[in-house]
């Protein structure tokens, strides 16, 4: 049986389908740390973190941050369930930016009955939300 070549990768989120595309490589964050997929990858299910995820069509990288949920891999498919996930192009970088000052502000000044993991979750995923935005506008 010949490898595939290309493979068929699907993101959605409880709201609405992000991506369905033909790609070459994708690179995914698992709650593990990053890895990467290209055709042929052995059958693996992976929890996602917080993190930016990048896929590859030619020579042309797109990027998204997503957060939290899971990713199927099969040798000809990647399908990613995420609780949230936003296209480069579609982040607003001056509201990314004042989530993460928010969150900045509030994990310097704690208070008592403060759900510091909840604060944290929110830095985490304005900083993705940024670097996503810029990794885009550079074209890496």
């Given at each position: ?29 698992g709650a ?109």
């Amino acid at each position: 049986m010949a490898l595939p070549t290309h493979l068929a990768l699907e993101l959605v989120t409880p709201d609405r389908a992000i991506v369905h595309d033909r790609v070459d490589e994708v690179e995914i964050p698992g709650a593990d740390g990053y890895f990467g997929v290209l055709p042929g990858h052995t059958p693996l299910l992976a929890m996602l973190q917080v993190g930016v995820l990048w896929y590859r069509k030619g020579r042309e990288k797109f990027h998204l941050s997503v957060a939290f949920g899971f990713a199927e891999v099969q040798p000809d498919r990647v399908t990613i369930l995420a609780q949230l996930a936003e296209r480069a192009e579609e982040i607003d970088v001056s509201r990314a930016e004042a989530a993460r000052k928010r969150a900045e502000e509030r994990m310097a000044r704690p208070v008592i009955d403060m759900d510091f993991e909840r604060a944290r979750i929110a830095l985490l995923k304005s900083l993705v939300r940024l670097q996503a935005a810029e990794r885009a506008r550079i074209r890496t």
